[in-house]
């Protein structure tokens, strides 16, 4: 089974930056595609980044493209969201997802969509004051 845990989030003011990360555990399989989401309160949830662990491509949203940066590192099974240049906006519950699940033979098909991933941490929080 799957375990996701993030860790990293925390209060910051505008302009600040964290990093977050996304621990997983009880893999059993060598590709998976990753994601981080975002949920502020009364809001829908959002796609934030998401990456194909195999390889390394990367897709942002357009809200924090050029601010945030996904990285990976293999060898701790830790995915890492670095979010630089941060906004009220930003201030959200964020979520990792993972899945390693192929849909007609194309890995990493969940993007964006988060009813597309199959395993979820129990978040961590972001807060970012003016």
């Known amino acids: 089974q799957v375990q996701l845990v993030e860790s990293g989030g925390g209060s910051v003011q505008a302009g600040g930056s964290l990093r977050l990360s996304c621990a997983a555990s009880g893999y059993s399989y060598s590709r998976y595609c990753m994601g981080w989401f975002r949920q502020a309160p009364g809001k829908e949830r959002e796609g934030v980044a998401h990456i194909d662990t195999d390889g390394g491509n990367t897709t942002y949203a357009d809200s924090v493209k050029g601010r945030f940066t996904l990285s990976q590192d293999n060898a701790k099974n830790t995915l890492y969201l670095q979010m630089n240049s941060l906004t009220p906006e930003d201030t959200a519950m964020y979520y990792c997802?993972?899945?390693?699940?192929?849909?007609?033979?194309?890995?990493?098909?969940?993007?964006?969509?988060?009813?597309?991933?199959?395993?979820w941490g129990q978040g961590t929080q972001v807060t970012v004051s003016s």
């Open positions: 997802a993972a899945d390693f699940r192929r849909y007609g033979g194309v890995y990493c098909f969940q993007g964006l969509v988060g009813d597309r991933y199959l395993y």
